[in-house]
Each structure stands twice: as C-alpha cells, then as structure tokens.
C-alpha cells in the first residue's frame, strides 16, 4: 500500500533514490508506519500479526525499551572513551549471562560489526586468515563476511569460495545427505567436516576460526542432530581455530530452553556475537570473548568504534535484558513455541504439501514439497503462501537454499493465540490453494513464485 506524494508514489521514488539491489517483501510491499507487541500496522491502519521479525525481540515499540533511549538521549550520547556507568552496568549484566570463561566484551552497531571483530579477534589470537564456515551460511554484508557466507558467496552476483574459506557441510536431517534423528547422523556430518578441515591443515592451511550458528536460519530453520555444534567447535580447536558462535539470529531466550541456543547444544564457543534482537530494532550489536582472546587482540592497536557502546545503546540494551527476564520470555518463547510446533505438525496431517516442520522454542520453520517421497522443494508454493496470507494480516517469509522453507521468529511476545492465528492462516491458505489448483487441474508453476526471503 502506497501513498500519493509530489514526484511519484513511495514505491516510485523508493526505487528511484535507493540502492537497486534492496529487496522489498511481498507482491503487494507493505507501507507499516506502526508496531506495538507482535502487531505491526499499515499506512491505512490495517493491522498485521507479525511471524516473522526477531529483531523486535520484546515486542515492537516496547514502552521500557523507548523509554530508556529517550531518557538516556535527553541526556548524553558519546563513545566510550569516557567513563559511564551504563556500558559497563550493560557489559556486567550481558556477560553474567553467558558460561563464566566468556568475560569480556565488546559493543558494534549490528551483526556484520559484531562477526567481522569476531574474525578479526581470531585472527589476532591464532595469527591466521583461514576460517571454517557452515554450507549455505549468512554472517554479514561485510567484504569479508560476503567471502564467509555460502549463501552469499554461492548465490546470485557471488564470486564463489576463495581458497581462504573451508567449508563444512551443513547438517540438514530432513534434505541433507544424513538424514534422520539416529545417534549416528550428527556423527556422520562431523567426519565430513574434520575431512575438510583436516585436508587444508595437512596443506599448511590450518582454519584459525570455525564460525557457526547453533540452528542454521538463512539455511532454512534447521534443527541439527544433538551434539552437532560442539563437535564442529571441537574439530576446529583440534586444530587451534577459535570456536564462534553466531548468535546473531537465535539468542536472547529465543529458544526457550536456554538464552543461548549453542547452550540448548551443549557447545562451547570462545567467541559469541550478537545482534538484531540484543537492541530491539536500536542498531547494536555484541562480541564477548575470553580474557586470554581480548588480551591478544590488545597488541597496541586501538580498537575504536564510534558509536559501538555508547550511552543510548548501553541503555537500551540494558532495558531489553530487564524486560526478557521480567516478562518471561525465556519460558514463554518455550511454551508458545511447543503450542506452535504441535499445530503446525496436526496441520502436516491434512496437508501432503508440508513435508517437514521443526524448530526450537520460537524459531520454527516448515517446508514445502511437491511430493512427500521426493522432497522436491515447492518455492512457488512458499511464495504463494506468503504472499496470500500477507493478505490476510498474517506477516511470514520464505527461506533456505530452495525458497521453500516458510520461517518463522516473531517477537518474543507472541501469544498462543497468535500461535493458533498462524496455524489457522496456513490451513486456510493452504486449503484454498489445494482447491483452486484442484479446479484448474494444474500445479503451481514457478513462473508465479518470487522470493520472499529476508534476513531480519
Ligand atoms: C546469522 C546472522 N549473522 C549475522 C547477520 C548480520 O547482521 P546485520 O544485518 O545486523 O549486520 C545476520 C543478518 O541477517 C544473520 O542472520
């Protein structure tokens, strides 16, 4: 929905002034000029339940969250080469939440900032450029990032691997080569990987980091087998790599059983990063490492970051640490996230194009196929999907390297009835769809997918 203004609609003149290679979502682009809790708002007042946005964390336009950047911006903003209370209040309390051996940290203004000195530290630390990463994985818009991220790097417009990248495969129990939840599968992918990783130490390019997320989201939600990430981490430090968690995407309580979703896999990086929720949509990110890390990366070069830490950040992020723990929304994400589980799960019963349906707390994903037996990704059913239930005031998107996945990570306060709202918005979508195609005989061609993906 756009509105008429002197030199073209905002569509018009969004495309005229912004960069061409930003992406919009859905077939109708959305004009929302509101949030509050899960519910975003269109120029017209339309409300929209929102499935889909982790980084308003505890809800969009959290009043304590506003509050404590106002209050804190009527007052000062500057870097942290003065002393204030709040960044160090802040860095107490971030790190009082993470294992005892991660004590130091370090404040950037988004995920990218946060992965790129997290490599850098790594690299510091271990004197090498070579990093490990997982297929099909995203860690930032960085050059550098770009060169670590499959999904990048693999894609559209991407140069392909460079010789300083290894990259293990991604352990996907539902399309990957090991298939299954069987004790030997986590297994399985872990001796590919030590063959990767192994193979570029004996040519004298031992990985000095080995960078992954606990749940693998751009790759399509994946849940991997127990025990995945800490032997990956385990791998690398055979070989001296400094272990990083990204958490960018899945922390902060989001799945419900642990704050950290390398915790919920027994994993034990040495480096963790952080960003979209840890702000509440105010750009800020985080890295926070071992003393012994921090120590060597202080070689005499200052580390500076202009806004990284500042008061209003420190602050804000502060208030969402509060109201995580005050609300609950460790245990609700758990709660809800089981409530929204199980219905998209009976909803797999009565609809053969969901072929899978997995997730941790409230990160959850499901999968559209042409044919159970086959897998054969369903992109232009996604996309369709997507797009139909957009209409219908239900905000969802496409993810993994097929288009296929339909993610979901809504804001942390998301309620079961929300969760039921979703569930019911697919079965109607997804019934609509199976009659009409029904009636004309056909399939969804491809020609009427599209990609809905979006990072955030
Ligand atoms: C897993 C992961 N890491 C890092 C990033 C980069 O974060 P940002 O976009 O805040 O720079 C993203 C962004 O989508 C991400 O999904």
């Known amino acids: 929905m756009t509105s008429i203004q002197p030199g073209g609609s905002l569509l018009t003149r969004r495309r005229r002034l912004l960069g061409p290679s930003l992406s919009l979502s859905y077939r ?59 960044v160090v209040a802040y860095a107490e309390r971030l ?43 995203y860690h930032g818009n960085t050059q550098r990032l770009v060169e670590i991220s499959p999904y990048k790097f693999n894609g559209p417009g991407g140069a392909g691997r460079r010789d300083d990248v290894q990259v293990v495969p991604l352990p996907d129990p539902y399309r990957g080569r090991h298939r299954g939840a069987g004790a030997g599968v986590a297994e399985a992918y872990l001796s590919e990987s030590r063959a990767v990783l192994d193979e570029r130490a004996a040519a004298g390019h031992a990985a000095g980091a080995v960078i992954a997320e606990a749940i693998p989201s751009v790759a399509g939600q994946i849940v991997p087998p127990p025990g995945w990430l800490a032997g990956l981490f385990d791998a690398g430090r055979a070989h001296g790599a400094v272990p990083i968690a990204d958490e960018v995407q899945v922390g902060f309580g989001r799945v419900g059983a642990d704050m950290w ?21 105010h750009p800020l990110g985080a ?56 219905g998209l799960r009976e909803l797999q019963a009565d609809h053969v194009s969901i072929g899978d349906v997995r997730g941790v707390g409230l990160f959850v994903g499901f999968e559209l196929v042409r044919d159970r037996a086959t897998r054969d990704p369903h992109a232009a059913l996604a996309s369709e999907l997507v797009n139909r239930a957009a209409a219908r005031g239900v905000l969802l998107s496409t993810d993994g390297p097929d288009h296929n996945v339909i993610k979901i990570k809504p804001p942390m306060v998301f309620s079961g009835g929300d969760a039921d709202r979703l569930v019911e918005t697919v079965d109607a979508v997804l019934t609509e769809l199976r009659s009409s195609q029904e009636q004309a005989g056909t399939a969804l061609g491809d020609s009427r997918g599209g990609r809905i993906d979006s990072m955030s």
């Open 261 to 281: 979703a390398f915790g919920a896999q027994g994993a034990r990086p040495d480096i963790v990063t952080m960003g979209k929720p840890i702000g509440n949509g």
């Open 287 to 342: 890295v926070v490492t071992t003393r012994a890390i921090a120590d060597a990366f202080a070689n005499g070069m200052e580390y500076f970051n202009t806004f990284g830490g500042n008061p209003v950040s420190a602050a804000i992020g502060l208030a969402v640490l509060g109201v995580i723990a005050d609300e609950g929304l460790q245990e609700h994400a758990r709660v809800t996230g089981a409530r929204l589980l199980g």
């Open 95 to 137: 790190t009082a939440l993470l294992p005892g051996h991660l004590e130091v940290a370090y404040f950037t203004n988004s995920g990218s900032e946060a992965n790129e000195l997290a490599l850098r530290l790594a690299r510091t630390a271990t004197g090498r450029p070579d990093v490990a990463t997982v297929d099909v994985a």
């Open 28 to 86: 109708e682009p959305l004009h929302i000029v509101r949030g509050e809790g899960a519910y975003l708002y269109d120029a017209d007042g339309r409300q929209y339940l929102d499935c889909v946005n982790n980084v308003a964390h505890v809800g969009h336009a959290h009043p304590r969250v506003v509050e404590a950047g106002i209050a804190q911006m009527r007052l000062l903003n500057t870097n942290t080469r003065y002393l204030h209370e709040t």
